[in-house]
T-cell receptor
Framework: KAGVTQTPRYLIKTRGQQVTLSCSPISGHRSVSWYQQTPGQGLQFLFEYFSETQRNKGNFPGRFSGRQFSNSRSEMNVSTLELGDSALYLC?????????????FGEGSRLTVL | QKEVEQNSGPLSVPEGAIASLNCTYSDRVSQSFFWYRQYSGKSPELIMSIYSNGDKEDGRFTAQLNKASQYVSLLIRDSQPSDSATYLCAVRGSYIPTFGRGTSLIVHP
């Protein structure tokens, strides 16, 4: 069974640009959540989707957005990039509805903002 | 502000010893508790989940939960060098999951 797939794995952007990251969950998983991981702040929740609807959102500015498609694949977008957005962005899928909690992470997309 | 606290370590134990990792949380309505292992440069991997007070064992791993004390721990028996990683505690209440910053475990031969 294939795991969670995230693309791209690495990317370099400059300040002010925007970026779109993609996540394909484990087959059959309908919940997808996104996280930002940095050495200073640890793993922080961005948002969570189930059945194409955003169910929960973390404490991030509106520059961070996401969506989920009917096949459960998800994308997140960061606009007007700032240096502080440099981080590992992790996507996780889970089997049940929002709240079951057992997360299966992808390998992440490492974003560097110059 | 819901918080999950972990000692950052590093916790250094000899091979074959028991490693004890601890986590406290502030949100009393928390219902689900998880331990994830993260190797350097890799993504977190689920080790254990626990939902009710007491102990839950899975192989060399035992998770312990005490909701009254708002405390969850992970014991690793017969620690191996391959257990060297950062261990993240995660807590989930009604809404979003909250992660601790992790404890670095080093198992030396």
């Amino acid at each position: 069974k294939a795991g969670v797939t995230q693309t791209p794995r690495y990317l370099i952007k400059t300040r002010g640009q925007q970026v779109t990251l993609s996540c394909s969950p484990i087959s059959g998983h309908r919940s997808v959540s996104w996280y930002q991981q940095t050495p200073g702040q640890g793993l922080q929740f961005l948002f969570e989707y189930f059945s194409e609807t955003q169910r929960n959102k973390g404490n991030f500015p509106g520059r961070f957005s996401g969506r989920q498609f009917s096949n459960s694949r998800s994308e997140m977008n960061v606009s007007t990039l700032e240096l502080g957005d440099s981080a590992l962005y992790l996507c996780a899928s889970s089997l049940g509805q929002v709240g079951t909690g057992e997360l299966f992470f992808g390998e992440g997309s490492r974003l560097t903002v110059l | 502000q819901k918080e999950v606290e972990q000692n950052s370590g590093p916790l250094s134990v000899p091979e074959g010893a028991i490693a004890s990792l601890n986590c406290t949380y502030s949100d009393r309505v928390s219902q689900s508790f998880f331990w994830y292992r993260q190797y350097s440069g890799k993504s977190p991997e689920l080790i254990m989940s626990i939902y009710s007070n007491g102990d839950k064992e899975d192989g060399r791993f035992t998770a312990q939960l005490n909701k009254a004390s708002q405390y969850v721990s992970l014991l690793i028996r017969d620690s191996q060098p391959s257990d060297s990683a950062t261990y993240l505690c995660a807590v989930r209440g009604s809404y979003i999951p909250t992660f601790g910053r992790g404890t670095s475990l080093i198992v030396h031969p």
